[in-house]
């Protein structure tokens, strides 16, 4: 383990991108996610990557997939109005299956907003923001160490599976400083891409084996291959033939939908005899877990369920505990984004009551209790 020290949460994102491997960032400063553009600005070139400040948060997204494509691993960071700006180039991420991480410090919207307050109003965009069927996965953490782990995981997943991965942070989070022990580059798992095996003449850009995942190989070392945002063959050339472009965006769902055992992951406390269980994410959870502390002092049994893997989301371990006729409480800081798919995966299984919020501050931890004691 590395000696402990404070840390921002943003800080703490820029440290783990450079832990995992980063060798390329492309971006726009934009509050609450700037310190996360100037740290890398530094640290980045000093160890022999490329920093590049964009003119908008378009080109951010479209420098970090022509990086990406000659072999880096590539980052950018961004919040609610730029993210809107990079979907389009996400979705062609998503369809050429070019691996990157987005890190997106959520604030209060919709449009500019309030650039400085914490908000969870982007878990739908982060999902469906851009057009068409296409795979994502987002992980939200809820802790400065978990900025560090979940961005390294995020570049893990992001060259595993060859998906854009999106850290859905808040602005209490990002900026929120707390001592941490984090673990020397060293003991952590690294994961890269996987590169063909055939000799350049030989090799199918687009050819999966059974893990749905193609391997890729990088511009510059000898590979030539056509990348279009048009739905292809496996040699990566437009095609309308019917049975080809099922095939390619059904494969394209099969790499994640079959392997959500190594993607899917969520925290559980005190759940195991709660008659009433909080989800929430983020720095929301943070304030449920103290809810769950005071109402335990009361002789309320409450737990907390918190999905760390917000897409894909951690549908099993919900339906289990909706199985045990709980009462769940959705605490988040938007009109019931999360809550509306959870409403639909249990089915009626359990009532689902709604805590929101939006006025720009986070949900305290007396709020949630009042809400636990109405329900209860």
């Not at 990086?67 to 691993?73: N, Y």
Request: hydrophobic letters at 40%.
């Amino acid at each position: 383990m590395m000696p402990a020290r404070l840390m921002q949460g943003n800080e703490a994102c820029a440290e783990g991108a450079l832990a995992a491997g980063l060798s390329f960032y492309a971006g726009y400063p934009i509050t609450p996610s700037t310190e996360i553009t100037e740290i890398l600005s530094r640290k980045l070139p000093a160890r022999g990557g490329r920093f590049i400040q964009m003119e908008d948060e378009i080109a951010s997204m479209a420098a970090v997939i022509g990086a990406s494509l000659t072999g880096a691993k590539a980052l950018t960071a961004t919040s609610g109005p730029g993210f809107s700006l990079k979907q389009e180039n996400i979705g062609f991420a998503a369809l050429a299956e070019v691996p990157c991480v987005i890190i997106n410090v959520q604030r209060l919207g919709p449009s500019t907003g309030v650039a400085t307050a914490p908000a969870q109003g982007d878990v739908m965009q982060a999902k469906w923001g851009t057009h068409g069927d296409h795979p994502v996965i987002v992980l939200s953490p809820a802790s400065v160490k978990e900025c560090f782990m979940l961005t390294v995981r995020s570049f893990n997943l992001a060259e595993r599976f060859r998906v854009p991965v999106i850290m859905l942070l808040d602005e209490v989070v990002g900026h929120m400083r707390e001592r941490v022990e984090l673990p020397a580059v060293g003991e952590l798992n690294i994961i890269n891409r996987r590169k063909p095996e055939v000799e350049p003449h030989r090799y199918v850009p687009y050819r999966a084996g059974d893990d749905k995942v193609p391997p890729m190989a990088c511009f510059g070392e000898g590979y030539r291959y056509h990348v279009t945002g048009l739905i292809h063959d496996e040699n990566g050339f437009a095609t309308e033939k019917p049975d080809a472009v099922q095939s390619h965006l059904k494969r394209l769902q099969d790499k994640i939908l079959l392997h959500h055992s190594e993607i899917v992951d969520s925290e559980q406390v005190n759940t195991g005899e709660a008659e009433v269980v909080l989800i929430a994410y983020g720095s929301t959870a943070r304030s449920a877990a103290r809810a769950v502390r005071l109402a335990g002092e009361e002789g309320l049994k409450v737990g907390l369920f918190r999905p760390i893997s917000i897409w894909p989301f951690p549908e099993q371990q919900l339906k289990e505990l909706a199985r045990k006729k709980v009462k769940f409480i959705v605490a988040e800081m938007n009109f019931g984004q999360l809550a509306l798919d959870i409403e639909r995966l249990v089915g009626g299984l359990c009532p689902v009551h709604r805590l929101n919020q939006v006025n720009g501050e986070l949900i305290k931890p007396g709020t949630i209790l009042e809400k636990i004691r109405e329900v209860y």
